[in-house]
């Protein structure tokens, strides 16, 4: 079983709908969650952080629940230049930051 | 600010070849990580570096990579002899000293084994 689990997608949407990916990890030592953007061909970028209490950033809405495990990401309005695949990753507790990724999420957002 | 850098960009070597792969980190950042991703999985973490001593090694495949930092300033990561399950992109990513400092990729290695 993968650490961190996720849907491949692709997700194909119009612009300016919402659209929310989801993604699970299997250790609970895990301490720190991340959604990174990558582009095709690029290298991962971070997108945000995730915290507990859930977390904003413009059109982006990040939520943890550590009892289930699960981690989201909506997207509101979705713009032609958010298509990318969205990387969930978390990092374990005391190992040094290192971080384990999911296979990514592809969306494409079309016109 | 100069981000993460690697050479080369692309190497297409032969098995059985030695390729080494190189990554300068972000000024200043002491701690240095190598990852991979082969087609079709996801990116997958190799080792970690805090300066020149090697963190966690972990995730190295076998004993056909070596990977080094001397200085603690650039590292390389050395696959000898190559073989075909090693073409990939080859990712590295730097972070400051504060455990909630941010990692940076760089633009990665995309080695092909034929």
């Known amino acids: 079983r993968k650490e961190v689990e996720q849907d491949p997608g692709p997700f194909n949407v119009p612009e300016g709908a919402t659209v929310a990916f989801n993604c699970t990890y299997s250790n609970s030592a895990s301490q720190s969650f991340f959604w990174y953007r990558q582009d095709c061909r690029k290298e991962p970028k971070l997108l945000m952080s995730?915290?507990?209490s859930g977390n904003e950033d413009g059109r982006f809405t990040a939520q943890l629940n550590r009892a289930s495990q699960y981690i989201s990401l909506l997207i509101r309005d979705s713009k032609l230049s958010d298509s990318a695949t969205y990387l969930c990753?978390?990092?374990?507790?005391?190992?040094?930051?290192?971080?384990?990724f999911g296979q990514g999420t592809e969306l494409s957002v079309k016109p | 600010e100069a981000g993460v850098t690697q050479f080369p960009s692309h190497s297409v070597i032969e098995k059985g070849q030695t390729v080494t792969l190189r990554c300068d980190p972000i000024?200043?950042?002491?701690?240095l990580y190598w990852y991979r991703r082969v087609m079709g999985k996801e990116i997958k973490f190799l080792l970690h570096f805090v300066k020149e001593s090697k963190q966690d090694e972990s995730g190295m495949p076998n004993n056909r990579f070596l990977a080094e930092r001397t200085g603690g300033t650039y590292s390389t990561l050395k696959v000898q002899p190559a073989e075909l399950e090693d073409s990939g992109v080859y990712f590295c990513a730097s972070r400051g000293l504060a455990s909630s400092d941010e990692q940076f990729f760089g633009p990665g290695t995309r080695l092909t084994v034929l």
């Open positions: 990753v978390v990092s374990p507790y005391n190992q040094g930051g290192k971080l384990i």
């Open positions: 000024s200043g950042h002491d701690n």
């Open positions: 995730v915290y507990s």
